[in-house]
């Protein structure tokens, strides 16, 4: 796929359409497990306080922010092919 892409082709928008959903599900599906492992701890989900976690939400909110980066990239700058 990375030949085909870097000698100049275009790639269908289906699967633009996927590139950008799958980034958009394995960021959030990373998020949330780095939230959950290092932010949370052994604390309540509902109760903020009693997160006892050793990174105070910089390792989720970087990779949110990472994906969405991703997904712009892809949104804005590879090109789909032209139907018709």
Known sequence: MFDYYATGKTVPSHAKIAIIAL????????????????TLGDG?????SSWNGADPGYGAVTIILVG??????VTTRVR???MG
């Not at 980034?23 to 290092?38: D, E, H, R, T």
């Open 23 to 38: 980034i958009g599900l394995m960021s959030s599906a990373s998020a949330v497990f780095v939230w959950k492992v290092s």
């Open 44 to 48: 309540e989900v509902f109760e903020p």
């Open 68 to 73: 969405l980066f991703g997904m712009f990239y």
């Open 80 to 82: 789909i092919r032209e």
